[in-house]
């Protein structure tokens, strides 16, 4: 994703936060997004395990912003456990390219404890031509763990299970939008590179020679029916926000309370004061 992708993407989201609101950003990454939206008058709070994406997030920042201009904070937590956050505080939850990682009950659970009244919940995704050379590679590598007893699930799909739930538990869901659409240019033999580096596929982890296997029978698949799998094939991609708005009753859960006002000094949304410094 280009600036100009992460730059889209965080105006969309500005859109929907109130004056003084906060946004939090679940896997905040090295900050492709958030970044752009610590320029935007809101108050962003990044949260990520990856203590080393966060560094290289923190050194992406200009110098600390005015109060008038917002806050940015980023946070090294597991979004498995319980969010360093607040009750009620939070006016939007972003999470862009990771949802379809996280535990659902447990991700539906924070966002009902952290979030406002009418706070957004948005989804970010991006989607590949059907016939992206990812695209066929991916196919195909669902029908191979499939054939070896495992049910892939897309993250596509399991974001849309995730919202599904949301609304059939009261929250309304807001209209799809493609943000940015851009050209990319890979090759077979990159894509199957990047995913020699990751430990899941098909949103399951798998151990590391039953990976091995799953790639070489790709590769072999992948010589037949694309050939040469150096050759670079262009291809659109498209950055698609979704999501869900709570209701004006929603309370949040592990209080019951009414949540404090919008306008929190800097830090009263953190419970913890493990930041990195920004
Ligand atoms: C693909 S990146 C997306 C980064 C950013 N949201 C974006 O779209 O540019 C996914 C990020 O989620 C983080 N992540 C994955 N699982 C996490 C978890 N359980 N808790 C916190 N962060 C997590 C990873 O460390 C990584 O930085």
Known sequence: ????????VARAVAERVPPGGVVLEIGAGTGEIGRHLADLPVRYLGLDDARAMLEVFASKLGPAPGPA?????????DAERR???RD??????????????LEPGHL????????????SFLVGR?????????????????RILRARGVAPEGGAEATRRLLEGMVAAGATELEGREVAAWTVRSSAEEVLIGW?????????????????EVLDELREWALHHIGDLGQPFDSTEHYTLAGVRLGAHHRPAATGGTPEPVALPADAYLESRWTIPC
């Open 108 to 119: 539906v659970q924070e966002l009902h404890r952290v979030c406002r009244p009418e706070a």
């Open 88 to 101: 009620g505080s939070v006016a939007v939850v972003l999470a862009s390219r990771v949802a379809h990682l």
């Open 196 to 212: 020699e580096a990751v430990t899941a596929m098909g949103g399951t982890e798998l151990a590391a020679p039953t990976r091995a």
């Open 69 to 77: 201009e917002g806050s940015v904070q980023l946070v090294q937590a």
């Open 126 to 142: 991006v989607r590949r031509d059907a016939e992206s050379v990812k695209s066929r590679l991916r196919r195909q590598r669902e």
């Open 83 to 85: 969010w360093p956050v």
């Open 1 to 8: 994703m280009g600036p100009e992708v992460g730059g889209a």
